[in-house]
Nanobody
Framework: QVQLVESGGGLVQAGGSLRLSCAAS????????MGWFRQAPGKEREFVAV????????NYADSVKGRFTISRDNAKNTVLLQMNSLKVEDAGVYFC?????????????????WGQGTQVTVST
């Protein structure tokens, strides 16, 4: 019962920063863990980051740890992904996803709802 809409993608130079936003519908947003995944051309969808329903816990892929920060504002039904020190290999379509009781948080199959994706392009 959650609709997700990502925004904030675009073109950024390597080393730069980008802030992605995911707006969720419904009053039950706070019941869902929220994850970010990305998919580069010809590659499988890859886990990026997740934040628990309460916002108390976050986890990151090793490849982005220390550079990306996930956060949420349950009052605004919004999840953010702050991406710093972007690398060429960070490029791809970024998806936000909502999962109810998503214990295996790095697996796409754990998530129940997905946004449409937003393109992130990193130039050299």
């Amino acid at each position: 019962q959650v609709q997700l809409v990502e925004s904030g993608g675009g073109l950024v130079q390597a080393g730069g920063s980008l802030r992605l936003s995911c707006a969720a519908s419904g009053r039950t947003f706070s019941s869902y863990a929220m994850g970010w995944f990305r998919q580069a051309p010809g590659k499988e969808r890859e886990f990026v980051a997740v934040i628990s329903a309460s916002g108390a816990t976050t986890n990151y892929a090793d490849s982005v740890k220390g550079r990306f920060t996930i956060s949420r504002d349950n009052a605004k039904n919004t999840v953010l992904l702050q991406m710093n020190s972007l690398k060429v290999e960070d490029a791809g379509v970024y998806f936000c996803a909502a999962g109810y009781d998503a214990d295996t948080w790095n697996v796409p199959e754990e998530y129940d709802y997905w946004g449409q994706g937003t393109q992130v392009t990193v130039s050299t």
